[in-house]
């Protein structure tokens, strides 16, 4: 069974730029988690989805950062305009829906904003 | 005051040794715990759940105090292959699903 997926793997951008992570869950994870882990801090929540709709997206840092999830299957996280601050790896995670099951997570995408 | 506290260590420790972590917890909320595994420059994945009974899982124990809100993790017969990051996970919310990851504590097992 595939894991879960993000794209890109890297992403090199300058500052002011647009840039759009994608993630795809484990087929028929309805939950989807995207968090943050920014150079020398723990990984931190920025929202989570219950199939296409927006459950807690209190981690959100500001309105420059927009999360979808059409159909709710593939999420997106766009950055737009992208800051230096933005620099980090966007981890996606899914489970399945029934409560405290484990969080899978995808390998990162590594955004880095000169 | 961070939410989950972790010694980030570098703990660097003999093959075979026995080495235990520690992690606290502030929101007495909290519903479920974690240890989570990360390798360099790899994603987070889970190692065990914690639970106040303790539980065993091969050469490592995990053990939840809710009283103290405390969380450890202990690692006997050490392995080269277990040097990584151990991130002390915590769940709350609706369903247990917003989770706060501690900071990590960083394990290196020399030869």
């Known amino acids: 069974e595939a894991g879960v997926t993000q794209f890109p793997s890297h992403s090199v951008i300058e500052k002011g730029q647009t840039v759009t992570l994608r993630c795809d869950p484990i087929s028929g994870h309805d939950n989807l988690y995207w968090y943050r882990r920014v150079m020398g801090k723990e990984i931190k929540f920025l929202l989570h989805f219950v199939k296409e709709s927006k459950q807690d997206e209190s981690g959100m840092p500001n309105n420059r950062f927009l999360a979808e999830r059409t159909g709710g299957t593939y999420s997106t996280l766009k950055v737009q305009p992208a800051e230096l601050e933005d620099s980090g790896v966007y981890f996606c995670?899914?489970?399945?829906?029934?409560?405290?099951?484990?969080?899978?997570f995808g390998p990162g995408t590594r955004l880095l904003v000169l | 005051r961070k939410e989950v506290e972790q010694d980030p260590g570098p703990f660097n420790v003999p093959e075979g040794a026995t080495v235990a972590f520690n992690c606290t917890y502030s929101n007495s909320a909290s519903q479920s715990f974690f240890w989570y595994r990360q390798d360099c420059r790899k994603e987070p994945k889970l190692l065990m759940s914690v639970y106040s009974s303790g539980n065993e899982d091969g050469r490592f124990t995990a053990q939840l105090n809710r009283a103290s809100q405390y969380i450890s993790l202990l690692i006997r017969d050490s392995k080269l292959s277990d040097s990584a990051t151990y991130l002390c996970?915590?769940?709350?919310?609706?369903?247990?699903?917003?989770?706060?990851f501690g900071s990590g504590t960083r394990l290196s097992i020399r030869p």
């Open positions: 995670a899914s489970s399945q829906i029934r409560e405290g099951e484990t969080q899978y």
């Open positions: 996970v915590v769940a709350r919310g609706s369903s247990a699903s917003k989770i706060i």
